[in-house]
């Protein structure tokens, strides 16, 4: 018979398949999502001679790989599949549907009536009632296989699939691709799924059978080498690549991304300026900006500027060049300590908005970092007039202070991660979730 993964959610059955895991699906789950244990059952014995044991208990090892709803989400949108992105695809692979039944509806006759009810059907099925009748059919229990097993009409078959409504036996009755989805890259599916079952929901790839089968070892890195696999032809299945305006961004950036974010750190890669020795600055960041998208790079790209004058005027040297969409240039978000904060200059010590300004990353180290011992706030000192963008650039003070400071704060909350219910994280996740989402858009 043969042995197979099978891919769940809150233990109702999604996909499966024979021999060999699907490595798309399996591109939603990391190394650290793998669980192994033994499980033992105990199997009732009918033909023991009297006085023997009842029952024989034997085991087997379980392999797979499970998270959460939300973390699958998250994954999801890092490589592009967002809600957005799932509807759109719902929305124009629908009536490229129905254009196909009327065709096949026109040279065969003999299924004109059938033809007739898909297409009705189809023009129903919006994806927010797919939404609510994919709820509905996990909520009963009801799998694709039972609407075919059951012979309807005979006396004592299953009500709850007998009279299950017309729109949820059609899209449990899949036609070319799972649950009636339009044919699709099937991460938008499991999107889909997380929108109608929660990000509280479970997933689970079971790997068991394929283990006990001999067609993996224990303690293959299944997920990692499904990645491999793909990441050579397909980009959405490679890391993001981050690009920084120098080493201390890349460094704080990327080590607050593994705490604050563990799941989504191997979807990721920071530019390593120690080991490629490149220069810093906004200025270098563009002209990286400009040959990565020249060269045609295939992973998808998000190039981080700080939020001040000296990046604004470093911008403008992109202007006119025609980025690809596989390019995200972002500065960081304005924050809201900035918008009245304490400045130094010839006019003395002056509050003010240096958003746009003065908004380097050690403005979102958290307000504890910036803090100094007597309660005030590090204030930013201003420096040259830039007269391309009209402005003063300024500089918190101490910046190399605020980093140590950082890098303590980081150590305690890795260590302890009760501790950082009381730390400051908001200006670092402000920019983190900004990356997150500089894809959210994309629907190609």
């Excluded at 604050?260 to 990721?268: G, T, V």
């Excluded at 020795?277 to 990286?288: F, I, M, Q, R, S």
């Excluded at 050690?362 to 040259?384: I, K, Q, S």
Aim: proline letters at 5%; a negative charge; aromatic letters at 10%.
């Amino acid at each position: 018979m043969g042995s197979y993964w099978t891919f769940s959610v809150d233990g109702y059955h999604l996909l499966s398949s024979k021999s060999y895991v699907d490595p798309v699906v399996m591109t939603v789950f990391t190394e650290a999502d793998k669980s192994i244990r033994e499980v033992r059952h105990s199997d009732p014995k009918t033909d023991l001679p009297a006085g023997g044991d009842s029952e024989e208990e034997y085991s087997f090892m379980e392999v797979s790989y499970v998270t959460s709803g939300s973390i699958v989400r998250d994954r999801l949108e890092v490589m592009g599949f967002t809600l957005r992105a799932a509807r759109a695809m719902f929305e124009a692979g629908i009536p490229s549907e129905i254009l196909a039944t009327q065709d096949l509806q026109l040279n065969h006759e003999d299924i004109s009536e059938a033809c007739a009810e898909k297409i009705r059907l189809l023009k129903l099925l919006s994806f927010d009632a797919w939404l609510e009748s994919f709820q509905a059919i996990k909520r009963k229990n009801i799998k694709p296989w039972d609407i075919r097993s059951w012979d309807l009409q005979l006396e004592g078959a299953d009500p709850s699939v007998r009279d299950l409504p017309a729109l949820e036996r059609f899209v449990l009755s899949d036609d070319g691709f799972p649950f009636r989805l339009p044919p699709c890259d099937v991460r938008f599916l499991i999107r889909a799924v997380i929108e109608a079952c929660g990000v509280s929901s479970t997933f689970r790839m079971d790997l068991s059978d394929l283990v006990g089968g001999g067609y993996y070892e224990i303690t293959e890195s299944v997920a990692e080498n499904a990645r491999v696999e793909l990441a050579s032809d397909y980009p959405l299945n490679t890391k993001v690549i981050v690009l920084t305006e120098g080493v201390t961004d890349r460094r704080v950036l990327e080590a607050s991304l593994r705490l604050l974010y563990p799941h989504l750190a191997d979807y990721y890669s920071f530019m390593d300026f120690d080991g490629a020795n490149a220069p810093g600055g906004a200025g270098h960041l563009v002209n990286t900006v400009k040959a990565f998208a020249g060269a045609g790079i295939a992973n998808r790209i998000v190039a981080l500027f700080d939020n001040d004058t000296g990046a604004r005027a470093a911008l403008r040297g992109l202007d006119g060049v025609d980025l690809p969409p596989s390019v995200r240039v972002l500065q960081f978000p304005a924050i809201p300590i900035g918008a009245n904060y304490p400045t130094s200059g010839p006019s003395g010590l002056v509050h003010m908005d240096v958003n746009g300004l003065a908004a380097s990353l050690e403005m979102y180290l958290g307000e504890d970092v910036l803090r100094r011992a007597d309660g005030t706030f590090t204030p930013v000192h201003w420096r040259g007039f830039d007269t391309a963008v009209r402005a003063y650039q300024g500089e918190l003070e101490h910046k190399g202070e605020l980093q140590n400071k950082f890098t303590e704060k980081l150590a305690a909350a890795a260590t302890d991660p009760a501790v950082m219910q009381a730390q400051d994280w908001t200006g670092i996740r402000a920019i983190l979730d900004m990356v997150r989402r500089a894809f959210e858009n994309e629907t190609g």
